[in-house]
Each structure stands twice: as structure tokens, then as C-alpha cells.
């Protein structure tokens, strides 16, 4: 054994407790390289040992700090021998009180959250005076729409629809709606109450191409007057008034109205 072994002492000030001691030593004249890999759950971190008589000493408050800020579970870890104790009870207890926190809000924001689409009873389109409906349509509808298409659509029709590009084709909308800054109001065509209001929560642009695209101008949740429209269960979707609309039709995107432009046309009352 090397008898010029050089032994250190801690500082004057110190107490031993104070520091842990990487003691890298020489043995009978070969290099001893350990490697001491420290777990973490930022990785592993090496930590050389080479020969040398030099102590290097790490402060085991700084060895504390950093393995509390690392050490995601409360308790105890062990580091080669040395048990360094990591108490984390106030950040456990702040975790979870931010998880029950996050909890009920989540409770309370889904107990409260409407659901849609809002669906109608079949009574809705139960036989009145002029069809489904109390009324005929609208002697002027908005943008050209064809008086006699929108009232057999409307009130004497459950299933059908008008043709496919029938509002970019044979009506003026579509150049309405390309120079429409804002939101477009679209009202019942028999009664005139406020049925939509599109776009909203996105542009002209993408309302008008995912209309064109399926041929019907086509609705989302959030454009919908859920005060005046219901879906029934087969997914027809209907005025309180009982004015035949079109369908729900739901994509990858969510619920999409598909609803006759004719069926919409009309002008506030």
C-alpha cells in the first residue's frame, strides 16, 4: 500500500458531515476508471474517477438541492452508500392540490357543457295549417332563391333537398358572401327568426370552399342559433316553427349542417 498517500481534510470552518468525498485513489500503479452513473430523470450523468491523490469534495447541500430539484418522488434515494434524504411533501402537496383543482373544474365545466346538437321531438313537424309549417315561405327571399322550390322544401318536404350547387349556381350568394366583411345572418324562410351566423370562428374563404365541396352551404356548432333549431333523431335538422332545414351530417371535424340555402333565405321580421 502506498504509505504517501495523501489524506485531506475538510476545511477549516466544516464539519465532515458537511461534504461527501469522492476519494480517487491509486491501486498498485494501474489506472482504476469508475464510472458512477446517477439516475435521474433528466438522464444519466457520469461522473469520472481517475487516478489521482487529489480529494475532490462535493458540498452535500449543493448534492441535496440538486437531487431535490431532479428527484421526482418524495422519499429517500441512495447514492453509492450514501443515503441523502429529499423531502418533498410540500411540492406533493401543492401537486395535488392542483390536480384536484384541475379535477373539479373539469367536472364542473363538463356537468355544464351543452351538448349538440339539441335535439327536437318529432312533434315539431307534426301537420299544422300549410304543411309542416303555420305559414308559407317568404313572397321576396334573399338572394334570387325560387319562391315554390323554397315553399315544397320548407313545408311539404322531410327527406329531399334542393340540387347540389344550387346556391352557387342558380342564386347570388356566393358573390354576397365574397363581399361580406363580417358575419352573415341567415333567417327562416317562413318565419324569419335568426337561425345562423357563419362565419364565425373561421374565415369566408373556408366556410364557402367546405360548402362548395358538398354542395349545400354547410354549418358548425358555434354558427348556430340554438334558439330557433333542433335536430331530430334521425339527425333531420328543423326550425322550432317546423321549417324543414336539411341534415346533420357530422365528419372528422364534428357536426356539420348541411342545409338548403332556399330553406334559409329569408329576411327579418
Known sequence: MNQNRRTSRPPSGHSLGLYTYEVLGVLCCDVLRVRLNIHTNLGRVPILRERSSILRRVPCETLNTAQARLDPFPG??????????????AHKNQNTKQRNTITITNTITNSTMTQYPIEGDESIMSEKKHGTSETPVQKDLRWGCDFDTADRICNYNRHYAEHSGYFVVKTSF??????EEGE?????????????????????????????????PSFRDQEVNWD????????????????????NLPDRKGNRY???????AGKPV
Open 184 to 216: 352573415i345572418t341567415f333567417y327562416d324562410s317562413n318565419t324569419g327568426k335568426e337561425l345562423f351566423n357563419a362565419p364565425r370562428g373561421r374565415s369566408m374563404d373556408d366556410f364557402l370552399k367546405e360548402s362548395r365541396a358538398h354542395g349545400w
Open 76 to 89: 429517500e434515494t441512495k447514492f453509492r452508500g450514501t443515503k441523502i434524504q429529499t423531502t418533498h411533501r
Open 228 to 247: 330557433y333549431m333542433r335536430c331530430l333523431p334521425g339527425g333531420e335538422a328543423v326550425s322550432v316553427d317546423g321549417t324543414h332545414l336539411g341534415h
Open 258 to 264: 348541411c342545409i338548403n340555402l332556399v330553406s334559409v
Open 174 to 179: 356566393v358573390k354576397y358572401a365574397q363581399n
